[in-house]
C-alpha cells in the first residue's frame, strides 16, 4: 500500500534521522581519541544510553536474522527519536554548550556521542543509502563508503533498567504538566518551573539536583 499519508509518515521520519545526524556531527566537531573517558568514570544517564544502545543492537540482529526489515526500520527510528532526540539530547545540550571543553562531565557526552555515531552510521547504512554515505563522508572525508564498514562492536554496559523506566516516566509526567503553561505563555521555558513531585515516585539515590537536570526544570 501506499498513497500521500504513507509517503508524507515516511518523509517526517527521514527528516527526524536526518537531523539527528546533523546535531551528532554538530556536536562531535573536534572531537579526538584524547578526549574520550572510560564507562566507569561515565554519569549514570551516558551509562543507561549506552545500555539502551545494546538492547537497540540486539533487536536489530535480530530483525535482520529474520528478514524483518519493518521491526529493524521502526526500532531504529524510534531509538533515535524517543531515546537519544527527545530524552538524552534534550537534557545534555546545556553540558555541550555551557561546560568548559575539558569537563570531565562533557567529555563523557561526547565520548557517547562518538560511540553512538559510530553504531547508528552502520545500522542506517541498510536503509538510509545516499544520506549515510553523506554523513560518514562529513565527518570522515578519507575513510572512504560506509557500505564498507563491518556491523559495530557495542560496548557490553549494565544499567538499571527498571529504575531508569521510572524516571522517564516521571519526567513525563512533569513535562505534561509545564507544557500548558508554556503554551499560555505563563513561563518561557521549563527552566522557569520549580517542581515538586512526590517522594514516593523517586527512586533511590535520585537527588533534586539530579532530577532538576533530568527534567529541564
Not at 537531523?19 to 581519541?33: I, K
Not at 562533557?106 to 536503509?127: M, S
Not at 559495530?152 to 516521571?170: G, K
Not at 520549580?194 to 537536570?213: K, Q
Request: aromatic fraction near 10%.
Amino acid at each position: 500500500r501506499i498513497g500521500p499519508e504513507i509517503l508524507k509518515g515516511v518523509a517526517d521520519q527521514y527528516r527526524k534521522l536526518r537531523n539527528t545526524f546533523r546535531y551528532m556531527l554538530g556536536a562531535l566537531g573536534g572531537f579526538d581519541e584524547a578526549e574520550k573517558v572510560a564507562v566507569a568514570d561515565m554519569p549514570e544517564l551516558e551509562q543507561y544510553v549506552l545500555a539502551l544502545l545494546g538492547e537497540l543492537d540486539g533487536k536489530l540482529r535480530q530483525a535482520v536474522e529474520d528478514y524483518d526489515f519493518n521491526t529493524y526500520t521502526r526500532s531504529l527510528v524510534d531509538f533515535m527519536n524517543e531515546d537519544l532526540s527527545a530524552f538524552f539530547f534534550d537534557i545534555r545540550k546545556d553540558r555541550l554548550y555551557c561546560d568548559v571543553p575539558g569537563g570531565l562531565k562533557r567529555r563523557a557526552y561526547r565520548t557517547v556521542l562518538d560511540t553512538l555515531f559510530q553504531a547508528l552510521i552502520r545500522y542506517a547504512a541498510p536503509v538510509l543509502v545516499f544520506t549515510s554515505e553523506e554523513v560518514w563522508g562529513t565527518r570522515y572525508p578519507d575513510a572512504g563508503s560506509v557500505h564498507l564498514l563491518e556491523w559495530p562492536e557495542v560496548p557490553a554496559v549494565d544499567a538499571d533498567m527498571a529504575v531508569w523506566a521510572a524516571v522517564r516516566r516521571l519526567r513525563e509526567r512533569v513535562t505534561e504538566a509545564i507544557e500548558p503553561l508554556r503554551r499560555e505563555k505563563t513561563i518561557r521555558s521549563g527552566l522557569e518551573a520549580e517542581v515538586v513531585v512526590p517522594s514516593n515516585a523517586v527512586p533511590i539515590g535520585f537527588t533534586p539536583e539530579d532530577l532538576s537536570e533530568l527534567f529541564i526544570t
